[in-house]
C-alpha cells in the first residue's frame, strides 16, 4: 500500500492557460474523489467515480473543470482557461469496494496539488 | 444535505494541558461522523471515525471523541497534548447508510500546542 499519489505537487500557471494534474489512488481501489481546498477551509467535493463511471459532480464543478478515469485506476483532472480564482489546493482520495471490509467507509487522501494562478 | 460547523478556529494550548475540539454538524438523515488532521502541505489522514456502536470512539495518536446524536456534535479530546499535534484538523460528515459518498468538512480548527 504505497498510499495516493498526485503530480505535480506544485503549479504556477498564468491566467487563461489550462492545466491537467493527475491522481493514482492505492491500488484495487475503485472508488475516486477530488476535492477543492482554499486557504483557511476546509476541502470541498468536486467529482466522484466508482471505476470508469463519474456518479456525482459538484455545482462546483463548472464547464471549464473536466474530470476522467478511463481505466478506472488513475483520474486527471483539467482546468482550462484558468482564472485567479481557481487557485486553491486540489485533493484526491479513494476508498475500497465494499466487499473489502469495515474501511470501506474511509476516504485515503493523497498530498494534493497546489496550483496557484497568476 | 450535510453541514458542520467547527466552532473554534484557532485553539493554542501548551504542551501537556487537555484538548478539545468542537464539532457540531447538521444533517436531515444518518450520518457517518470523521475527524483529519492535516500537517502544513500535506494532504488528509484519518484521525478516528463513527459508524454506529459506541458513541465514544478511539483513533489514532491518543485522541478520542464522542458522537452526542442530541446535540449533534461530535467532539475530538485529547488528555495531555504533545508539540507535534500542532496541525489543523477537520471534522466531517458524510450520508450514513452507504460506504460511498461525498465528505462534507467543517472550516477547521488550528491547534497550536506551546512549550
Known amino acids: 500500500d504505497t498510499g495516493v499519489s498526485q503530480d505535480p505537487r506544485h503549479k504556477i500557471t498564468k491566467r487563461g492557460q489550462n492545466v491537467t494534474f493527475r491522481c493514482d489512488p492505492i491500488?484495487?481501489?475503485?472508488?475516486l474523489y477530488w476535492y477543492r481546498q482554499t486557504l483557511g477551509q476546509g476541502p470541498e467535493f468536486l467529482t466522484y467515480f466508482q471505476n470508469e463511471a463519474q456518479l456525482e459532480k459538484s455545482r462546483l464543478l463548472s464547464d471549464r473543470f473536466s474530470a476522467e478515469r478511463p481505466k478506472g485506476s488513475f483520474s486527471t483532472l483539467e482546468i482550462q482557461r484558468t482564472e485567479q480564482g481557481d487557485s486553491a489546493m486540489y485533493l484526491c482520495a479513494s476508498s475500497p469496494p465494499s466487499k473489502q471490509g469495515s474501511n470501506t467507509d474511509t476516504q485515503y487522501f493523497g498530498p494534493g496539488t497546489r496550483l496557484t494562478v497568476l | 444535505a450535510q453541514s458542520v460547523t467547527q466552532l473554534d478556529s484557532q485553539v493554542p494550548v501548551f504542551e501537556e494541558a487537555p484538548v478539545e475540539l468542537r464539532c457540531n454538524y447538521s444533517?436531515?438523515?444518518?450520518?457517518?461522523l470523521f475527524w483529519y488532521v492535516q500537517y502544513p502541505n500535506q494532504g488528509l489522514q484519518l484521525l478516528l471515525k463513527?459508524?454506529?456502536?459506541?458513541?465514544l470512539v478511539k483513533g489514532i495518536n491518543g485522541f478520542e471523541a464522542e458522537f452526542n446524536k442530541s446535540q449533534t456534535s461530535f467532539h475530538l479530546r485529547k488528555p495531555s497534548v504533545h508539540i507535534s499535534d500542532t496541525a489543523e484538523y477537520f471534522c466531517a460528515v458524510k450520508a450514513g447508510g452507504t460506504s460511498y459518498g461525498k465528505l462534507t468538512f467543517g472550516q477547521g480548527t488550528i491547534l497550536t500546542v506551546h512549550p
Open positions: 491500488s484495487e481501489h475503485n472508488r
Open positions: 444533517s436531515s438523515v444518518s450520518v457517518y
Open positions: 463513527y459508524l454506529s456502536g459506541s458513541t
